[in-house]
């Protein structure tokens, strides 16, 4: 597939009618529309999808839409001019009202079918018609694709209203989760993860829909009360939303040969895919089957290294489906997501999660859905023995890569030039024993202290079950640890000064570069989101501020305010340190 490159953006982009020209719909373009939708996009109840990669929809706007942020950074790399993101047409645009559009911008959006894996497990229960051809974008459409400075993206509103696959539900998409997904985004970004990117966030000033949460000091597992909150359109920009679970919808039909056009349709999106997010990894003249095996190489590598990085920042993505997951190798889906805090192997913030998507376990559900992935592609080389032969291999040798890439990371986390087991395990013990807060210890063990006093700064003591005697013994080791790890990277314990001074400055910078020294923290995200709800943004602009330089030491104040341990109050509490899907 190649396409012609549109003009190109060096100048400011200051209106609509300067980013129309570079509208180039190659999804559109070059994979199938469904047979049975209307070309005019209104398509808003719940129906099978047969065939076809993706279904025309028209957005449906929220009503008078108030512009609540929009990403600085995102837009620079776009060229946007700032100033665009409160001007009429573009909110209009990107709070779901395509009709005035220019050319030639569609003014009908897309939205595309998938499939479900857990853990490896193929589901068709969630689709209304227990066929699997229900299923698929409920509330995400894409309203354009466009080559922006020699890159392509394509952007989707997520609450954009009703598709065929929204199964009954409203399409919408409240602040709260909005405001959630908006900063996450452009934090990960800023933390060097792999992910879709924030646009812009607009709210509603007078559509409000109704979802389960928890009343005030709630301590309830499931939210306790149904509560009214503002619709919003948050806007996602990545180069594409393929996910796992889509190549596994098309992989499925192929298999059971659900029509003739099945393993055609399945091969197209492979090849729509490679050109969308593998462009110049894989040569687009390769033989097909060659290609594929590539694909599955190259998404290997970018799963693992992402899962690493997830790990390395504290992320955990809660809900880490085959349909969460995105095929270019990115975060994807920033609903049931967390950060770690109190330090707990199996953390997970999401009530529906269960311990097999927890924190550390994310390696194994990442396994799972690379298998999903390659049996996805598994149709297509059914009759070319030797790269199937190499697509197994490939598949097995995950468990590898992937620990490779988590030894490097926690290398590279403590400073080390190679992984040490040792002391790795020793140091797991102490951070669940004590237990730590995962940021602040990594952060001020990134210092280099002389003795373990600026490391107790992370301890949790109230979690702390032991007392005494206990106590004293677990300070002890956190000291023989210490000791032995200054050992390891080379610096003994003479203190600032002393010879390696200058050797130690540099480690420790190096070592903040990994170890960041703000994360995105729910109990900061939960004031932001209600005050926004009351037309006050200036907290959730603060915050994001804060979360865009998540390595900088930044001012004394920022430090005061948002390097701190979770406060003890709010442990175990609805909202902040759980919450359940429909967050
Ligand atoms: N309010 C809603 N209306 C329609 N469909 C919905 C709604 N909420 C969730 N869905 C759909 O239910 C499925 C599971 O929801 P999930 O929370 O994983 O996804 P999401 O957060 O909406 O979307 P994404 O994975 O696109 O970020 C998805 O297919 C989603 O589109
Ligand atoms: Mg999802």
């Known amino acids: 597939m190649s396409h012609q490159l549109p003009r190109e953006n060096n100048f400011e982009v200051t209106s609509l009618e300067e980013l129309a020209p570079m509208a180039d719909y190659s999804l559109m373009n070059s994979l199938n529309c469904d047979p049975d939708a209307t070309p005019d996009g209104v398509d808003f109840r719940p129906r099978q999808v047969f065939s076809g990669h993706y279904v025309p929809v028209r957005p449906t706007p929220i009503e008078t839409p108030e512009y609540v942020a929009h990403s600085e950074g995102l837009f ?23 009709s005035l559009v220019p050319e030639p911008m569609s003014k009908v959006g897309w939205a595309c079918g998938y499939a479900l894996s857990i853990y490896g497990t193929e ?30 993206w394509e952007m989707q509103l997520k609450g954009g209203g009703r598709t065929p696959y929204c199964r009954g539900a409203d399409g919408r998409a409240v602040l709260r989760s909005s405001v959630r997904e908006f900063l996450a985004q452009e934090h990960m970004h800023a933390l060097g993860v792999p992910t879709s990117r924030s646009l812009s966030l607009y709210v509603s000033k007078t559509e409000k829909v109704r979802r389960p949460w928890y009343s005030e000091g709630s301590h309830s597992r499931d939210p306790d009360q149904l509560i009214s909150e503002p619709v919003a359109i948050s806007t996602r920009v990545a180069p594409s939303f393929i996910r796992v679970g889509q190549l596994e919808l098309f992989g499925r039909r192929a298999r059971k040969q659900e029509h003739p056009g099945a393993p055609e349709e399945l091969e197209q999106l492979v090849l729509h895919l490679i050109d969308r997010e593998y462009n110049g990894v894989i040569d687009q003249t390769l033989a097909t089957p060659t290609k594929i095996v590539m694909l599955a190489r190259a998404f290997r590598s970018r799963l693992a290294s992402l899962v690493a990085n997830w790990i390395r920042v504290g992320y955990c993505q809660g809900n880490f489906n085959s349909d969460n997951c995105a095929a270019g190798g990115f975060t994807l889906d920033y609903g049931p997501f967390g950060f770690c805090e109190v330090f707990e192997p199996f953390y997970q913030p999401w009530t529906g999660g269960g311990q097999h998507f927890s924190f550390l376990n994310q390696p194994v559900a990442a396994e799972w859905n690379f298998k999903s992935f390659c049996s996805a592609l598994q149709p297509l080389l059914n009759a070319h023995e030797d790269e199937l032969a190499e697509l197994e291999e490939i598949q097995e040798g995950f468990p590898e890569v992937m620990q490779a890439e988590l030894q ?22 102490l951070m669940t024993q004590t237990p730590v807060d995962y940021t602040v210890f990594f952060r001020e063990l990134s210092s280099i202290p002389d003795d373990i006093g600026p490391i107790e700064k992370s301890f949790y003591r109230s979690l702390n079950q032991a007392g005494g005697a206990d106590t004293d013994a677990l300070l002890k080791r956190w000291s023989e640890w210490l000791a032995e790890w200054k050992s390891r990277i080379g610096i003994d314990g003479d203190g600032p000064g002393s010879s390696g001074s200058q050797f130690r400055e540099e480690l420790s910078r190096s070592m903040k570069l990994v170890n960041p020294k703000y994360t995105m923290r ?24 804060v979360l865009t330089q998540p390595y900088a030491e930044q001012s004394n104040a920022v430090e005061a305010r948002y390097y701190r341990l979770k406060p003890s109050e709010l442990f175990d509490l609805g909202g902040f340190s759980h919450y359940s899907c429909s967050s």
Request: a negative charge; hydrophobic letters at 45%; one cysteine or more.
């Open 76 to 98: 620079r790399e776009l060229n946007f001019a700032d100033s665009l993101a409160q001007f009429a047409d573009f909110i209009r645009m990107f709070s779901g009202d395509l």
């Open 123 to 152: 589901y068709v229960q969630q689709c209304p018609f227990q066929t699997g051809n229900g299923y698929g974008d409920g509330r995400a459409i894409s309203v354009l694709e466009a080559v922006i400075n020699g890159r392509r």
């Open 408 to 429: 490097k990371m926690w290398a590279a986390k403590l400073g080390l030039d190679a992984f040490d087991a040792g002391l790795f395990r020793e140091l797991m013990m």
């Open 522 to 545: 729910e109990w900061f995200v939960v004031p932001a989101y209600q005050r926004a709800a009351d037309g006050d943004y200036r907290p959730l602009r603060a915050l994001q501020d």
